[in-house]
Structures are given as structure tokens and as C-alpha cells.
């Protein structure tokens, strides 16, 4: 173990602002329902969203769901429990959950170099800068070899820098993430990328988890799509998560928006669903999955209950702990936009909550629960402390966190900061 890129924090005590341990294990009661029903509402009546759903479980029973507004605003479709949305992002923790069934049966360890099982990740070249004079790169030998930690926890050293002069260029062409390539294909093109910093060394969230569902094909001989299906989807009855769409389903689909000015503008369907709507050689895993409020609430109750759901056990409850748990080692100060998540590291594709909130603008929430979220503004957080899971879900582009800040205080009440803080 490499102790200077690795320092895991374990949560052995509950900590939390604004939540009192006495009502820890009741946390929605009928406040929060009223709650929790006026803000999904003001996200529709204020033209934030042209819908909303959520669902909530606590201590494994369903405690508060319901919809508001629109999954076809122009066809006045309204949102419904069943409704399909692309989960974006929150594909990551489904792929970091097959690869860690893969860590179970002994085919790797965290600390292995990436290379030894796709060797076209060895002698890698890192940037630092560009030569405006020979029209070229600056570049340098990575100091260390990537590790399966890197791609678990974003500090890999793969970089989506457009901005960076012959970096942007380099990304462009390579083109790793076209729906034609196969992952064989991504990983190659992604190989001759220069990384944008040495692995370790900064935490730059990105394409990490699509070399994660490469390593998955790699290291069980199956095409990703096939083994996730099998060893995380099937098991947890998930039958309604999935890459492609069949024709008979569209009509449960919810449409994607994103706002022109003052107002909300639905996208074109062929455009919005391409993706999704054909069978791409390219099965991602760090997004392209469409779910719904109870598919994707199974997954989390999977998580809380330790790795097992209604006597399927899909991961152990120490892999569920590991993954859980925070890898970023403090040294690792440069964190792109990770701190605006709140007090949080991260462990094995999901944030974790290290400290309670700072100040009352953060995100609410436990101490010791993990999440993550999706580009359409989706969110999941699992919260051992209550036993609590929730499943949001809109479909509003771009991403826009004021909306998850607004339902986490509705789910827990505004956050209550000691006097020596405020």
C-alpha cells in the first residue's frame, strides 16, 4: 500500500449539524412530508423543472414519495413513479459496483498499477505546458503508474482540459468517448492522451470510470454491458436500467430541458435520447444508463443493508464499507469542483461525508453517508446513520445543485449551526 497517496478516515461516531441524534431514527415525519412536497412543487411552479419525483425509505420501508409537473411538458405527460430518466453520472456507482465483485473474487487490488491488466496504460506522459514557439507539448514521464485506486477515486490523471493549448487538441482528436468506439477502442485512444497531471496527485473527475468498465471486460472475459446485467442489474431486480430503450418503453421517458433566458425549453427527443434510443457500440461506464425511482431505489437499499437486498447478496459488507469510505489523502489539495459537494472526500465512486456542514449554504447532511449525482441534476445519497435513502429525479440541463441544497433541507430541516459558528 502506498501510504502517501492513501489515508482512509474511519467513521466511528455520529456527528451532524441540524440533526439531533434523539430523532435520528425519524427523520421523516410529517414536517419533512410538507416539507418535502412544498419545495418539489416550487421547482415546477418557478419553471426550475417541468418535473420532479422522489422517493425516500427509512429503516427499509418506503416513507414519502411523489411527483410534481411534467416528464412531457408539450404533450403534457405528467412525471409518474414509473417514468425513465437518463441518470447521467449515477451510472458511476453501478460500474464501481460490478468492478468491486471482480475485487471480491480476488482478480485485482486496489494498489495494482492500471498497466498490468491494460498495458496500454504503461509509460505514460504527463503535460505541463506547451511550447507556442516548436507548436508542441511539454511533456514528462508520469512519476508513478496509474493505480486501480486512481481510476476509482479520480486521481488518474485523465484529463478533459479543452482549454489547455495542444492538451485540448490531443483530447479532441483522440475522440475516446464516440459512441462508435467499443471501450477497447476508448481505452487505446485514451492511452495516446498525455494525462493532464501525475497520478496521485490531483483529483479531476472525468473519464475514469469508463476505464473502470473496460477493466470489468479485461478482467471477466465478458463485454461490460453483459457482466453489469448479470452480476449487479439482474440480481437486484433492476429491470428497468439499462443502455438501450426498446421502442415498446419510450413513451415512459422523460424529456430533457434546460432554460433559454427566463424560460424553460424542452429538447428534441432524437436529440435529447440518441444515445439512448440506439445500440451503440460504446456501453460507458461512467454514464448512459436510464432508470427509474424504484429501480435506482434498490441499488441504495442494496448499499444500506451491507451489500445484500431481499436475500441476494450482491457485494460484501466489507466491500460496501471500503467503497464507502474516504481515499483521498489530504495532501491532495487540488479538488476541481469536489468541495462544493460539502465536507466530503471520496471513497469508490461515490462522495463521502467526512464533516458535518460548515456553514448553512452547504449541502445538508450525515456524517459517514455517501452519494452521487447525475449531469440532468439527479441525485442519491445513502445515510447509514438513519437508515435513510432518497432517489431524486429531474431532467434539467445543465447540472444545477441549488435544487439538491433546497430538497436535502427538506429532507432533514435547515441546518442548525453551533452557536461557535454562527
Not at 430518466?85 to 471482480?102: D, E, F, R
Not at 476509482?152 to 459512441?179: C, K, M, V, Y
Not at 461506464?285 to 441476494?312: C, H
Not at 447532511?365 to 446513520?385: H, K, M, N, R, Y
Request: glycine letters at 8%; proline letters at 5%; aromatic letters at 10%.
Amino acid at each position: 500500500m502506498k501510504k502517501t497517496f492513501l489515508c482512509i478516515f474511519t467513521i466511528t461516531s455520529f456527528i451532524s449539524v441540524g440533526i439531533s441524534q434523539e430523532n435520528s431514527k425519524k427523520i421523516i415525519q410529517q414536517a419533512a412530508k410538507a416539507r418535502l412536497d412544498s419545495t418539489l412543487q416550487s421547482f415546477v411552479k418557478n419553471g426550475e423543472v417541468a418535473g420532479a419525483s422522489a422517493l425516500i425509505y427509512e429503516n427499509g420501508k418506503e416513507v414519502y414519495f411523489n411527483t410534481f409537473g411534467y416528464a412531457d411538458m408539450e404533450n403534457e405527460i405528467p412525471m409518474k413513479r414509473n417514468t425513465l430518466v437518463q441518470i447521467y453520472s449515477m451510472t458511476k456507482p453501478i460500474t464501481g459496483t460490478a468492478l468491486m465483485t471482480l475485487y471480491e473474487e480476488g482478480k485485482f487490488k486496489l494498489d495494482d498499477p492500471l498497466e498490468k491488466y491494460a498495458p496500454e496504460f504503461a509509460n505514460m506522459q504527463v503535460y505541463t505546458g506547451y511550447d507556442s514557439i516548436a507548436g508542441e507539448m511539454i511533456l514528462e514521464p508520469a512519476k508513478r503508474p496509474i493505480t486501480i485506486r486512481d481510476i476509482t477515486r479520480h486521481t488518474a490523471g485523465f484529463s478533459g482540459r479543452r482549454d489547455l493549448p495542444g492538451l485540448g487538441e490531443a483530447i479532441a482528436e483522440a475522440d475516446a468517448l464516440n459512441r462508435g468506439n467499443t471501450l477497447s477502442e476508448m481505452a487505446k485512444k485514451l492511452s495516446t492522451v498525455p494525462l493532464g497531471y501525475q497520478p496521485g496527485e490531483h483529483w479531476e473527475y472525468g473519464i475514469s470510470v469508463d476505464v473502470q468498465a473496460y477493466l470489468v471486460e479485461l478482467l471477466s472475459g465478458q463485454p461490460y454491458a453483459e457482466y453489469v446485467q448479470e452480476h449487479v442489474l439482474d440480481p437486484l431486480k433492476m429491470n428497468n436500467t439499462r443502455y438501450f430503450v426498446p421502442e415498446s418503453d419510450r413513451k415512459r421517458m422523460s424529456s430533457a430541458y434546460r432554460h433559454e433566458g427566463n424560460s424553460l425549453v424542452q429538447l428534441p427527443n432524437e436529440e435529447a435520447h440518441a444515445y439512448n434510443y440506439t445500440k451503440w457500440p460504446l456501453t460507458p461506464g461512467g454514464w448512459g444508463l436510464t432508470s427509474t425511482l424504484d429501480d435506482y431505489m434498490r441499488f441504495a437499499q442494496m448499499l444500506i443493508n451491507k451489500g445484500t437486498l431481499e436475500g441476494i447478496q450482491v457485494l460484501d459488507s466489507s466491500t460496501v464499507k471500503l467503497m464507502s469510505t474516504n481515499h483521498l489523502d489530504e495532501s491532495i489539495e487540488e479538488r476541481s469542483w469536489l468541495p462544493s459537494k460539502g465536507q466530503v472526500g471520496f471513497g469508490i465512486d461515490f462522495a463521502v461525508r467526512l464533516r458535518p456542514p460548515a456553514s448553512v449554504q452547504e449541502n445538508n447532511g450525515v456524517v459517514g453517508e455517501f452519494f452521487w449525482d447525475g449531469a440532468a441534476s439527479t441525485l442519491f445519497w445513502v445515510d447509514p446513520v438513519n437508515e435513510l435513502t432518497a432517489v431524486f429525479f429531474v431532467q434539467i440541463l445543465p447540472y444545477n445543485g441549488s435544487l439538491h441544497k433546497r430538497f436535502r433541507d427538506a429532507v432533514y430541516g435547515p441546518i442548525v449551526l453551533p452557536k461557535s459558528q454562527q
